[in-house]
Each structure stands twice: as structure tokens, then as C-alpha cells.
């Protein structure tokens, strides 16, 4: 086969690009379509439980850093308290 171009010389000939398409063809039509198929409830209720797990926990660690500031905060006033007295 002689090649003029790039293009040329990757096509395949005819009985080859035939076989070829109908391979695809075939592969294609055998691929469902459409959405994937959802969770189902109970897994829906785990997800949505374990992100509010989540969230709750991060607002967890958020408050337990606020009650120890204020810790430290009162401590420190307390300690200035005493040393104007």
C-alpha cells in the first residue's frame, strides 16, 4: 500500500475497517444506557447518616477548641486579677 500522507497510511483497507466497525458497532449496543442505577434507600439513609456524622464531629473539634480558649482566657484573667489587688 503506498502511502500519501498521514492519513493515508492509517486507514485500514476496506474488509479490515469493515470488520472493525461491526466489532464497534456491536460493542456499543451491548453497553447499557442510561442512568446507573441508584443507591437504594438503606444505603441512601447510610450516606446521608455518615455525612452528618461528619459534620458533627468537625463541629465537635470546632466547640472543644472555643471551651479551651475560654479556659485559657479565664485563667489568664484571673492570674491579672490577682496581681492588681
Do not use: H, Y
Not at 500519501?4 to 476496506?14: H, K, M, S, V
Amino acid at each position: 500500500m503506498l502511502c500519501f500522507g498521514e492519513r493515508a497510511c492509517t486507514r485500514p483497507t476496506w474488509p479490515l475497517g469493515a470488520k472493525q466497525r461491526d466489532s464497534g458497532a456491536l460493542a456499543a449496543f451491548s453497553r447499557k444506557r442510561g442512568r446507573k442505577p441508584g443507591l437504594s434507600p438503606e444505603e441512601q439513609e447510610i450516606a446521608r447518616l455518615r455525612a452528618e456524622v461528619a459534620r458533627l464531629e468537625t463541629r465537635l473539634a470546632q466547640t472543644e477548641k472555643i471551651i479551651e480558649v475560654q479556659e485559657k482566657l479565664s485563667a489568664l484573667q484571673q492570674a491579672l486579677d490577682e496581681q492588681t489587688r
